[in-house]
């Protein structure tokens, strides 16, 4: 995770967020298994959201019209995301989101990868 850090720190990578977005991960970060502190999630939050370009998602029904439905609601906000700010990767570890994966642009015209794969793209 730290070399994906550098990479956006660096202007190599933009991250994109929507509201919800930033709502779950606030919620995620708080999570007990975590053990972290509301100092810690403030700290983490901090040395990401100054990099992220934020989208919204309402209003763009046409582009969201292209996206295929992932398994776990809760995780659609990352597509629709993905979709509006077209982006080139989706950079998860979510089993879920993997599983939509559409490396023939069918449904999006981005590739759904893990960090280690978004890290060879640039010699890591």
């Known amino acids: 995770m730290r070399h994906v850090m550098q990479l956006w720190q660096q202007g190599r990578i933009q991250p994109v967020v929507s509201k919800p977005i930033v709502q779950e991960l ?3 970060l708080a999570y007990p298994k975590f053990r972290l502190t509301a100092l810690d999630i403030e700290s983490l939050l901090a040395d990401y959201l100054p990099y ?3 989208v919204q998602i309402e ?3 046409n582009a969201l019209m292209h996206v295929a439905t992932c398994r776990d609601p809760k995780d659609q906000m990352f597509l629709n995301a993905a979709q509006i700010a077209e982006v080139r990767y989706l950079v998860t570890g979510d089993a879920d989101l993997h599983a939509v994966n559409d490396p023939l642009g069918k449904h999006h015209r981005f590739q759904i990868c893990k960090p280690a794969d978004l890290l060879a793209q640039f010699d890591f």
Do not use: I
Request: proline share 0%; with cysteine.
């Open 26 to 28: 606030m919620r995620v």
């Open 52 to 54: 992220c370009e934020v």
């Open 59 to 61: 209003g763009h029904f």
